[in-house]
């Protein structure tokens, strides 16, 4: 059994997976596997909302279900379905051999050999493991109808299917909720939750997360990345870099083999750490070594 039963615990088990965790998180994530509550997280994206999920099923050896929402998510897509081609299989089966008798084979066609699990039932299975980690990804994109529905199953964690009854989770899962707040989610289902927001990290914390994940990079190289990005951030962008792309970019430049910024280089890679064509053009010309000037800048002793 992994310890969690400290704060100091919990920030180890998940620097140990390579999730560089603050205080403030460390002591959420402690509350709310003391406590059994959903944590819900908010943020930016890139900011590894969801690589805590990773990091705490990894440290925790526990299954991880992922359920990402998108619009148009619906209760029946989030729960189960019925294998329809494969009933119809057995129908057809059943009428060429003359086979069971009607209630037979509608008690047949409706039993877990029929049944498509989806993550909330998924996560509602016993598991030699413990309860596993469930993961409901960027929550705010889903319709607000599907909130309503996860406060139910959420609150009683258990799930109804008309033809097999209601299905309870002999260990409460637990539960991680995402959102990039493109959207406000129900202040009902927040209240069910632990709350926190993940912040982009202060330039020695984005260096901590930076020497874990990419331990190969020089230092000096590290230290101008993370600048660079910290004073990217700054800009008028559309969409600030996460952390994500300052990981995804010292591995780009890795790869290149580069040991030090220069404006050419910035500009061969900005697609490493800037997703959008607008902000892509922003930095092209003096704009990349201006922004360039101020990181190293920032890295002279005051």
């Known amino acids: 059994m992994k310890d969690i039963s400290s704060i100091d615990a919990v920030q180890s088990l998940l620097n140990a997976q390579g999730y560089v965790c603050d205080r403030a998180l460390g002591t959420v994530v402690f509350l709310s596997l003391s406590l059994g509550r959903p944590l819900f997280l908010e943020g930016e994206a890139g900011v590894g909302k969801t690589e805590i999920a990773k990091a705490l099923a990894a440290g925790l ?86 909130e309503a529905f996860l406060l139910e199953a959420l609150s009683d964690f258990q799930v109804t299917i008309p033809e097999l009854g209601t299905i309870k989770a ?5 539960v991680i909720l995402t959102s990039n707040r493109t959207r406000e989610v129900h202040d009902a289902l927040k209240r069910r939750c632990l709350y926190h927001w993940v912040d982009y990290p202060d330039f020695d914390r984005e260096m901590e997360i930076l020497n874990a994940r990419a331990p190969e990079a020089a230092e000096s190289l ?52 800037l997703k959008y064509q607008d902000d892509i053009a922003k930095l092209h010309g003096s704009e990349a070594k201006r922004i360039l000037d101020q990181a190293k800048a920032s890295l002279e002793p005051a």
């Open 61 to 146: 050896d526990r299954k991880l279900i992922r359920l990402q929402c998108y619009e148009g998510l619906d209760a029946s897509s989030a729960v189960y379905e019925w294998n329809f081609p494969a009933q119809m299989v057995a129908i057809r089966t059943a009428e060429a051999t003359g086979g069971a008798d009607s209630t037979a084979l509608t008690k047949t066609l409706f039993s877990d050999d029929f049944l498509i699990e989806r993550p909330l039932l998924e996560a509602m299975r016993p598991d030699a493991r413990g309860a596993p980690i469930l993961l409901i990804d960027e929550l705010d994109r889903a319709d607000p109808p599907f």
């Open 170 to 174: 002999p260990e409460p899962p637990i």
């Open 222 to 273: 590290s230290r101008e990345v993370v600048a660079f990005v910290q004073q990217l951030r700054t800009e008028d962008l559309f969409k600030k870099p996460g952390v994500a792309e300052t990981i995804d970019w010292a591995k780009c430049l890795l790869a290149l083999d580069v040991i030090q910024l220069s404006p050419a280089v910035i500009a061969d890679t900005l697609g490493a750490v």
